[in-house]
Structure formats: structure tokens, C-alpha cells
T-cell receptor, first 112, second 116 residues
Framework: GEKVEQHESTLSVREGDSAVINCTYTDTASSYFPWYKQEAGKGLHFVIDIRSNVDRKQSQRLIVLLDKKAKRFSLHITATQPEDSAIYFCAASMANYNVLYFGSGTKLTVEP | NAGVIQTPRHKVTGKGQEATLWCEPISGHSAVFWYRQTIVQGLEFLTYFRNQAPIDDSGMPKERFSAQMPNQSHSTLKIQSTQPQDSAVYLC??????????????FGSGTRLTVL
């Protein structure tokens, strides 16, 4: 089955800087790659996704890049704010199947 | 829209007791998922229902764990003879599942199960 590896377990940046979280996946059939955010004591909240028909997607301060050849995708958060501090999870699934396989999470801390 | 509702938020059981966890998906959503979250294993897929029918239970432990979706408005995850290693946060999620494309999952806040 699909295995998603999330490379940074913790990441600390200064407010206003950019943060980058990297993930790799193993199954070439995977074609949907969402990112979720989890704040303390809460469930996962969707932030952005990318499908394999594009290699870049942006939503306000969030940018997702996808490199299908390398089976790698990344989340870029620009102009970070303290409220961006949370655990971020990457995930992968096949296009026609909704089961998500998650990475291990990256705890992002944005210091004022 | 209250989102996905999971009850109880916290449950403490003694070893060997039964635990039943409840999930109410978002109204109109036809797909329901159960995940288990622990520090060591991270987020593990357990099982998936679509239109109340079990689609994939490949992540469910073969013994002691069972899930049901008796109607559109709720799903249950039952753990019999709970063991300390079952301690985890159990997350339920739902999605519209209107077509064949993968869709956003909406998660509940989870049930924290502690087995003493």
C-alpha cells in the first residue's frame, strides 16, 4: 500500500519568514495530495490540495508543489504568522478512491 | 453546519471492557471514514463506508474491532475486550463522495480512548 513520508518532524521559523514542509510517496497510482492542519486538541482541518494534473497550486499564502517524477510534494507557507503554528499533515490517495494515507506530521512553530 | 460530531470526547475504560465510539457525519455526506491517531503510529486508516455500505476495512484489526453504519446519520466503532495498546485518539471523517474523484475529508474532533 501507499506510504507517505514526511521529512520534517519539527520546524521553527520567525514570523514573516517562509516555511517549507516536504513529503514523498511510494505509489505511482497516487494522484491526489491534500494537506491538513491540526491544532491542539482538535481534529484535522483541510488547508489545500493538489492533483496530479498540475504541478503547482496557490491559495493566498499557501503554495503546493508536486514533482511526480520524484514522487515528492511540498507545502510552502509564505509570510508566516503565529496562528500558522500547528501540526501539518500531508496525505496521498488515488484519484478514484477517497482513502487518505498520511505522513507523520510536522510541528510548525512560528515565533513572533 | 455543526461539522462531524464525535462522542464522547474522552472515554476511559478498564482493560477487558468494551468501548463504543459514535460519529455523526455532516448531513448529506455519503462517505464516512475512521482513523486512529497515536504518537508512535501516527494516523492510521481503519475503515470506510459509502452510502452506509462497508467499502474498505483493510486497516481494522481483525480481532475485537468492528464498525457499523446503520443509517446515514451515524456510525459506530466498537472495540471489545479493550487493551492498553488500543489507547489512542479515534477520528471520524466524512466527505460528499459525489463522484469518482478524491474529495476533501472533514474530520471530527476525535474521541480520546484511554484503556487502564
Amino acid at each position: 500500500g501507499e506510504k507517505v513520508e514526511q521529512h520534517e518532524s519539527t520546524l521553527s521559523v520567525r514570523e514573516g519568514d517562509s516555511a517549507v514542509i516536504n513529503c514523498t510517496y511510494t505509489d505511482t497510482a497516487s494522484s491526489y495530495f491534500p494537506w491538513y492542519k491540526q491544532e491542539a486538541g482538535k481534529g484535522l482541518h483541510f488547508v489545500i490540495d493538489i492533483r496530479s494534473n498540475v504541478d503547482r497550486k496557490q491559495s493566498q499564502r499557501l503554495i503546493v508543489l508536486l514533482d511526480k517524477k520524484a514522487k515528492r510534494f511540498s507545502l510552502h507557507i509564505t509570510a508566516t504568522q503565529p496562528e500558522d503554528s500547528a501540526i501539518y499533515f500531508c496525505a496521498a490517495s488515488m484519484a478514484n478512491y477517497n482513502v487518505l494515507y498520511f505522513g507523520s506530521g510536522t510541528k510548525l512553530t512560528v515565533e513572533p | 453546519n455543526a461539522g462531524v460530531i464525535q462522542t464522547p470526547r474522552h472515554k476511559v475504560t478498564g482493560k477487558g471492557q468494551e468501548a463504543t465510539l459514535w460519529c455523526e457525519p455532516i448531513s448529506g455526506h455519503s462517505a464516512v471514514f475512521w482513523y486512529r491517531q497515536t504518537i508512535v503510529q501516527g494516523l492510521e486508516f481503519l475503515t470506510y463506508f459509502r452510502n452506509q455500505a462497508p467499502i474498505d476495512d483493510s486497516g481494522m484489526p481483525k480481532e475485537r474491532f468492528s464498525a457499523q453504519m446503520p443509517n446515514q446519520s451515524h456510525s459506530t466503532l466498537k472495540i471489545q475486550s479493550t487493551q492498553p495498546q488500543d489507547s489512542a485518539v479515534y477520528l471520524c471523517a466524512s466527505s460528499l463522495r459525489t463522484g469518482t474523484s478524491a474529495e476533501t475529508l472533514y474530520f471530527g474532533s476525535g474521541t480520546r480512548l484511554t484503556v487502564l
